[in-house]
Nanobody, 122 residues
Framework: QVQLVEFGGGLVQAGASLRLSCAAS????????MGWFRQAPGKEREFVAV????????YYTDSVKGRFAISRDNTKNTVYLQMNSLKPEDTAVYYC???????????????WGQGTQVTVSS
């Protein structure tokens, strides 16, 4: 069992940066791949980024490549999402999720956080 809690959301202007954190409970954090997803009002939850267990492999959706960076610190049981050059279309609730292998479909993830709101004003 893994419990996930996201931090770091907020209201920023376009072009600003935010760093989201996701803290995991349990001693098995390093055995899970970690993903970030987001969901805007009236839209389906969409994949943002994923990182493997060691942090050596990452994958991003095209719309955030070059602007967002996912990383993890297994000593702190935490995964991060550094978001730069934010755009109004990045506005959404951001969720972290965990599963044993890398995946981009939300229904393949086993554990979820409660989400944190990111709002980007123009």
């Amino acid at each position: 069992q893994v419990q996930l809690v996201e931090f770091g959301g907020g209201l920023v202007q376009a072009g600003a940066s935010l760093r989201l954190s996701c803290a995991a409970s349990g001693r098995t954090f390093s055995s899970y791949c970690m993903g970030w997803f987001r969901q805007a009002p009236g839209k389906e939850r969409e994949f943002v980024a994923v990182i493997n267990q060691s942090g050596s492999s990452t994958y991003y959706t095209d719309s955030v490549k070059g602007r967002f960076a996912i990383s993890r610190d297994n000593t702190k049981n935490t995964v991060y999402l550094q978001m730069n050059s934010l755009k109004p279309e990045d506005t959404a609730v951001y969720y972290c999720a965990a599963r044993p292998g890398m995946a981009v479909k939300y229904d393949e993830y086993d554990y979820w956080g409660q989400g944190t709101q990111v709002t980007v004003s123009s």
